[in-house]
């Protein structure tokens, strides 16, 4: 679509209308940065780390909910990791080992790992 | 069709068993190292028999191992109770993670070691056995897997591990090595807050520390920084962490006395000129304050604005 036909639509025309309109009424900024605005600044940052913080809290627990942990236990457990571990793992879940053993591998694949046991390399059937 | 598959199958076979192959052939520097010099603190056989064993329900060998080790530190603890805070049943195990919270929230401090077997074998010698990740398989076919060390026999190059279906599990030093250095040499503790680990390193003990400050009584809390402390005397962490105890617990005085503490050492450390302000007005001691927390602001850095909260506090008209 052509830009001169998007703008004959209503909706579209409106909010150009409104930006350009915006621009003209935006004050020029030059010159010092006054206090003011500093604390403002720091103060987004702060509410960002908080953001962060709450998102990373919420993303890590949707993840361990899809990973079927239970709804009456996800509260204890989200809790008991610090921010940072929390901002650490956020994201990061699928690709994070998780510890559990050697059972459940896939037939083929055996057979090397029977010869690399006896080599010495890997350790998948422990009593060989 | 059907044969280009198996090509594929037959060729990817050939060049996996191949890597690791050559990956079989080398890549354990550190057995290597302690077989041909072993230091004399490691020349006896070590089993420590205090170590409980619970054997592993499948895929769950994360729960089993954390019990085992949060039993060897004086925590009874079935797997079983275990399971609803470390298994993850989709993923069929337990992350790092959460291994470390739940030993914290058991009331032991999660201590990460070095990763060389000589820190764990130190550990060893000393009472501590360690929560391991082991890759059990290759790094492009991962196998992860939590078990306890607990042992070893370095004139029988065995190390001794309960692992799961299995007590007093013997493996080779070199196999050992090859699937911890798979998962990044990774071992945990669970101390007793107040006791250390046999090779105390300052950065992880303060990490572990910080992590379970919430979790524990005020009392343990402060053995466990007097015990770090006298370890390390001017750590700038630990100094700074007991001096936000002792404020956090009401003891104005000495948290005054140990925040001057941390800036005797660490001069231009602004949290310290900071926190030594806010205790400082609290007491009345305007001038002082104000003199530490103009300090402060003009250091600046990272939390420039709450110096500058604190300034405004003790002098309104302050710019």
């Known amino acids: 679509m052509k830009i001169s036909k998007l703008l004959r639509k209503p909706a579209v025309f409106a909010v150009v209308v409104a930006l350009s309109a915006a621009g003209i009424h935006a004050p020029v900024m030059a010159g010092t940065i006054d206090t003011p605005e500093i604390a403002m600044q720091a103060e987004l940052q702060m509410q960002r780390d908080d953001v962060r913080s709450i998102m990373a809290r919420a993303d890590v627990r949707d993840t361990m909910l899809g990973y079927g942990v239970s709804a009456s236990d996800i509260d204890t457990r989200i809790n008991n990791l610090t921010e940072s571990e929390l901002l650490q793992i956020q994201n990061q879940l699928a690709q994070l080992p998780a510890g559990g053993s050697a059972v459940g591998i896939v037939l083929g694949i055996i057979l090397i790992f029977v010869l690399l046991d006896v080599l010495g390399a890997t350790d998948v059937f422990p009593r060989i | ?319």
């Not at chain 2, 530190?73 to 470390?100: A, I, K, N, W």
């Not at chain 2, 001096?243 to 005054?256: C, F, I, S, V, W």
């Not at chain 2, 305007?286 to 002098?315: F, K, P, S």
């Open chain 2, 1 to 319: 069709m059907i044969k280009r598959r198996s090509n594929v199958c037959v060729r990817l076979l050939v060049g996996l068993t191949f890597t690791a192959l050559l990956s079989a052939c080398t890549s354990a520097p550190q057995s290597a190292a302690l077989r041909q010099q072993t230091p004399p603190e490691f020349t006896a056989p070590v089993l420590l028999r205090q170590v409980p064993f619970y054997p592993q329900e499948l895929y769950q060998c994360g729960p089993a191992a954390l019990a085992t080790l949060l039993g060897a530190s004086g925590v009874q603890v079935t797997p079983e109770q275990l399971v609803p805070l470390v298994y993850v049943p989709e993923r069929e195990g337990s992350f790092q993670v959460e291994m470390v919270a739940t030993t914290r929230s058991h009331g032991r401090l999660a201590y990460r070691i070095a990763p060389t077997l000589d820190a764990l074998l130190s550990e060893v010698v000393a009472g501590h056995p360690v929560l391991v990740l082991q890759n059990l398989a290759l790094d492009i076919y991962p196998r992860w897997h939590f078990a306890v060390v607990k042992g070893f026999d370095l004139e029988r190059r065995k190390l001794i591990l309960n692992s799961g279906l299995y007590e007093d599990y013997e493996i080779s030093t070199a196999v050992f090595e090859r699937t911890w250095a798979r998962a990044d040499h990774w071992g945990v503790l669970a101390l007793v807050p107040g006791s250390m680990p046999a090779q105390p390193e300052a950065a992880p003990y303060f990490s572990a520390l910080a992590a379970i400050e919430q979790d524990i009584a005020p009392a343990l809390v402060n053995r466990a920084y007097v015990s770090g402390l006298q370890a390390w005397p001017t750590d700038r962490n630990l100094l700074m962490g007991y001096g936000n105890r002792l404020y956090a617990e009401k003891y104005a005085a000495a948290a005054a006395i140990q925040f001057g503490k941390v800036i005797a050492h660490y001069p231009d450390y602004a949290p310290a000129h900071n926190n030594l302000a806010n205790v400082l007005f609290e007491q009345g001691q305007q001038e002082r304050a104000l003199l530490h927390a103009q300090e402060a602001v003009r250091l600046g850095g990272d939390y420039l604005e709450n110096y500058r909260e604190t300034l405004h506090m003790i002098d309104p008209g302050a710019e």
